[in-house]
């Protein structure tokens, strides 16, 4: 792992069902994201993790959980997906300098 | 929260002429304002960046301006390539909770 990986990289997923989607960093960043991206929206801020076993809301928090156990793993967790869920999630670490670096992105697609 | 807004939306540009874009931010505690370059299909990659101690920055044929005082920054692409087109993304950072620009998508022309 070179990075920040997440996974997978699209998913087609029926309305209801539980949805994890992974976000691994090796760069030991302590500050991790969770975005979603839509059409004309920008990146919009989901939830975030300053450090290992904090975490913190974004400005379009519900409907999504997460949790830190540890410095490398952020997932981001659908309780039970909606149709308004469609969307590319971008998961993205940073480090002391502040400069953020971000995954290839997860195309979810909710039906 | 933070709150960025970004102009404009879409910008059209000749190959060599200068791209000017431009983001406001409302939280005065905001200190590192990055710059991000997103192409088709792939996440968001950082291309300069600015602290609120330094007034602009400069790195090749791009530079970046802060207004602490207006709480504005603008990012300058000179002599701009058919490879600069892209949507580009401002984000104000304060306390990590890092907010983005809607973006701009801009087209370079040859």
């Known amino acids: 792992i070179a990075g920040i990986t997440q996974a997978p990289t699209s998913q087609i997923l029926a309305a209801g069902r539980r949805m994890t989607l992974r976000c691994t960093q090796d760069?030991?960043?302590?500050?991790m994201y969770w975005y979603r991206q839509d059409l004309g929206l920008g990146l919009r801020l989901i939830h975030y993790?300053?450090?290992?076993?904090?975490?913190g809301k974004g400005e379009v928090p519900d409907g999504y959980s997460v949790s830190r156990a540890n410095t490398d793993d952020f997932p981001l967790t659908l309780a039970s997906a909606v149709p308004s869920q469609t969307s590319v999630y971008f998961c993205?670490?940073?480090?002391?300098?502040?400069?953020?670096?971000f995954g290839q992105g997860t195309r979810l697609t909710v039906v | 929260g933070e709150n960025v807004e970004q102009h404009p939306s879409t910008l059209s540009v000749q190959e060599g002429d200068s791209a000017v874009i431009k983001c406001t931010y409302s939280?005065?505690?905001?200190?590192?304002f990055p710059w991000y370059k997103q192409e088709l299909g792939k996440g968001p990659q950082l291309i300069i960046d600015?602290?609120?101690?330094?007034g602009e920055k400069k790195d090749q044929r791009i530079a970046v301006t802060l207004n602490k005082t207006a709480k504005h920054f603008s990012l300058h692409i000179t002599e701009t390539q058919p490879e600069d087109s892209a949507v580009y993304f401002c984000?104000?950072?304060?306390?990590?909770?890092?907010?983005f620009g809607a973006g701009t998508r801009l087209t370079v022309k040859p």
């Open positions: 993205a670490s940073s480090g002391d300098s502040g400069k953020a670096f």
């Open positions: 760069m030991r960043h302590n500050a």
């Open positions: 993790s300053n450090t290992a076993g904090t975490t």
């Open positions: 939280d005065s505690a905001s200190n590192y």
């Open positions: 600015i602290r609120s101690n330094v």
């Open positions: 984000a104000a950072i304060g306390n990590n909770d890092m907010r």
